[in-house]
């Protein structure tokens, strides 16, 4: 079971960071007129429980591309004093698609952190909605191709042990060819950035999320499912969400009012969790 046993005290004081970081970041985006949803879990959250599933530990948003980028770019500008955006533009060890806004001087890293140059701080995962061909042979490409870079990022910095034999033999002979080679992470970043500009398409249908790798494919949405936006309760803020958010929490949950089995519930499994100044 993926659970780290939180006491409540614990759980709540970090949700109310993240809740806290997910305030300023949302000041953020309307100061800048950006464009911002809340994502998975936590979609589901503000939806099923009008905030954090109770057992959940992080708190997602997602954006469009263009959106996704400006904020980088803004948010990179000027310093802050308070949070550090931790991405490929950042750190040269950073592997993931993803960005984190984090709070300085906090941890919650997980057993890979060893193997980087960085730490992690307490933080909110920023996901990223990329244009899809509407090309069925284009599409299949694209899907396969952006899995694969999802994979190699990885691959080019950690080794992860917690996986079947066959699957861990692979990968880890993946991660030594990549260090044979001298393949960075934000070599490889870079990379798949123009491949997915390549198919940048105002007019594409469909969009996908390369990070949210399902089998053999990233998560693909309707783009007309975040058209429009509404605002739902979350915790004590509003926030917002899809307005065909029924159509994305089933794609990724199935009967998503539906409590999972406790065995199913999941969290991250941290190594090294601390609030610094934030501790009560």
């Known amino acids: 079971m993926k659970y780290t046993e939180y006491d409540d005290k614990t759980l709540k004081h970090l949700q109310s960071l993240e809740l806290m ?9 309307e100061k800048n007129n950006l464009t911002y949803y809340i994502y998975a879990g936590s979609m589901l959250g503000a939806i099923r429980h009008n905030g954090f599933i109770p057992w959940d530990d992080d708190l997602d948003v997602v954006m469009f591309r263009d959106d996704y980028e400006r904020f980088k770019k803004v948010f990179l500008a000027s ?3 308070k949070y550090k955006l931790l991405s490929s533009e950042t750190e040269d060890d950073y592997f993931h698609t993803l960005s984190k806004l ?11 952190v060893d193997q980087v ?9 920023i996901f ?10 284009k599409r299949n490409y694209q899907l396969k191709k952006a899995f694969l870079y999802n994979k190699l990022l990885i691959m080019s910095k950690i080794k992860l042990d917690d996986l079947p034999f066959l699957t861990k033999t692979i990968t880890h002979l993946g ?20 491949f997915l500009m390549k198919y940048k398409n105002p007019n594409s249908r469909h969009v996908f999320d390369i990070s949210a790798t ?11 499912d975040f058209k429009d936006i509404i605002k739902v309760k979350f915790e004590d803020i509003e926030v917002n969400v899809p307005k065909n958010y029924d159509n994305i929490l089933k794609s990724l949950y199935g009967d998503y009012m539906q409590l999972p089995p406790e065995e199913d519930r999941y969290n991250h499994i ?4 601390d609030f610094g100044p934030y501790a009560d």
């Open 214 to 224: 399902a089998e053999e494919y990233p998560q693909i949405y309707l783009k007309d």
């Open 102 to 112: 984090m709070l300085k001087d906090t941890l919650f890293e997980e057993k890979w």
């Open 270 to 273: 941290t190594e090294h969790l």
């Open 175 to 194: 991660h030594y060819i990549l260090k044979l080679f001298r393949v960075k992470p934000s070599t490889l970043h870079k990379r798949c950035l123009n």
């Open 117 to 125: 140059d960085f730490h992690v701080g307490i933080n909110i995962d």
């Open 21 to 29: 970081i997910l305030k300023d970041f949302i000041k953020f985006c």
């Open 128 to 137: 990223v909605l990329d244009d899809l061909s509407d090309d069925n042979f």
């Open 79 to 81: 310093p802050n004093e």
